[in-house]
């Protein structure tokens, strides 16, 4: 029964310390805490996890931008999801590169993690809101300054990590009920923020004067653990 109430972080750290014990992880590296913070994976275990997770998982790089890149695959990245069968039964996807402003993720139906960090893209496509399995969204350090309305949809969303220029934040963000972990932007409302009620990380967040955006906004996120910068706290109206 404690092990079924465990959170899915407790569950995530006792994995990761068995590996460790069964030396299938190595070199690894510890905060003050006692956390591990980075650690290597034996050549052997690379290669059979790569092995297993073949048809469930890719790292694409656009070859128009790293022809010298020694990558599993080195192709036009569009093209390839475009015409590709199996890009419809990828749950992983890392995708380095430029891609078209007008990117479309319908064919990525099942995908689970989504990782576009330091990329070509200008624009998330409305059809990102079609990704309802996805749990982890990462388009930090890219040129995207404006969410689409859709991102509202994708109720399932654990993990999201944003650029750092995004100043304006759709309202369906407010049903992003599930996502535990929002990093990279300091400009996210409260208002919007206070409705994550399951957000065990938040790196920071603005206080503003307008009504529905102060710092009491936070008041029913109880699971937060770690950092959290809050920025213009001269406004905070009162010690209350």
Request: a neutral charge; one cysteine or more; glycine letters at 6%.
């Amino acid at each position: 029964d404690e092990e079924r109430k465990k959170e899915m972080e407790d569950v995530g750290n006792d994995i990761i310390q068995n590996l460790v014990s069964n030396s299938l992880f190595q070199d690894v590296e510890r905060d003050k805490y006692g956390h591990i913070t980075h650690c290597s994976m034996h050549d052997l275990v690379h290669d059979l996890s790569l092995s297993l997770s073949k048809h469930q998982s890719l790292h694409l790089v656009d070859a128009t931008n790293d022809e010298n890149e020694d990558d599993e695959f080195n192709t036009n990245v569009s093209m390839f999801i475009e015409k590709n069968t199996m890009a419809r039964s990828l749950h992983t996807l890392f995708i380095r590169g430029e891609l078209e402003k007008n990117f479309s993720f319908q064919q990525l139906k099942c995908i689970r993690i989504l990782k576009l960090k330091g990329y070509g893209i200008e624009k998330l496509d409305d059809s990102v809101g079609g990704l309802v399995h996805l749990r982890y969204l990462d388009f930090s350090n890219t040129c995207i300054t404006v969410l689409p309305k859709s991102i509202g949809k994708l109720y399932h969303l654990q993990t999201m990590k944003l650029p750092n220029d995004i100043e304006q934040f759709p309202e369906a963000m407010r049903n992003l009920i599930s996502l535990r972990y929002f990093m990279g932007n300091k400009n996210i409302p409260a208002n919007i923020v206070g409705q994550m009620i399951c957000l065990r990380k938040l790196s920071s967040i603005k206080v503003l004067r307008r009504k529905g955006h102060g710092i009491e906004e936070l008041r029913h996120l109880n699971n937060l653990t770690g950092k959290l910068r809050i920025f213009d706290v001269e406004n905070v109206r009162s010690k209350e």
